[in-house]
């Protein structure tokens, strides 16, 4: 067991409509900084509110949550859960996609949770089931950068 593998996951808005550019710019952005940091997770991008897990070691981890929160494209950055994992539950996504358009109709994340003013969220739970899902797809929902 690592203690300093952290885990944060949080919630904003965004300010404009979100188009494909801005997702892909920032996806990039994540590509070319997180494995340079150990970092890895997810990016859920559903009616205008980003929802993004993401785990590493703790300094850089933070020092990449300080840089997207003040990230003028979003705005309500808040912070649901935090805290050590024992392991990744993304080991190969530097930053994946999670897209919202083929999420189970069923179960935690059907309730989509996290789109609530104030979530009241149990983050392992939903973060596995992001997990499971993300596998059950086979990563495809990783958007292609170039
Ligand atoms: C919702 C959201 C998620 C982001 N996720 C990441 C991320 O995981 N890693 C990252 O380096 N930048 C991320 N960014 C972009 C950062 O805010 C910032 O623009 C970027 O890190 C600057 O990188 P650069 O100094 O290489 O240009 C995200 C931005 C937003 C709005």
């Known amino acids: 067991m690592s203690a300093d593998l952290f885990f944060l996951l949080y919630r904003s808005t965004a300010r404009r409509p979100l188009d494909r550019a801005t997702v892909t710019d920032i996806l990039a952005a994540s ?14 991008v559903d009616r205008g509110c980003f929802l993004q897990y993401l785990e590493g070691p703790r ?7 300080t840089r997207i929160n003040k990230d003028r494209r979003h705005t309500d950055f808040r912070i649901l859960a935090e805290g050590t994992i024992d392991e990744r539950f993304f080991p190969d996504w530097d930053m994946g996609q999670i897209a919202s358009e083929n999420l189970p109709t069923d179960g935690l994340l059907a309730e ?8 009241d969220i149990d983050p392992l ?3 596995r089931a992001f ?7 086979d990563g495809l929902d990783i958007a292609p950068i170039d």
């Open 59 to 65: 300094a850089p981890l933070l020092r990449i949550a």
């Open 125 to 127: 739970p939903l973060i």
């Open 131 to 137: 997990a499971a899902h993300a596998n059950r797809q």
């Open 112 to 119: 989509r949770s996290w789109l609530r003013s104030e979530p």
């Open 31 to 44: 590509l070319h900084n997180n494995p340079r940091d150990g970092v890895t997770g997810f990016l859920h």
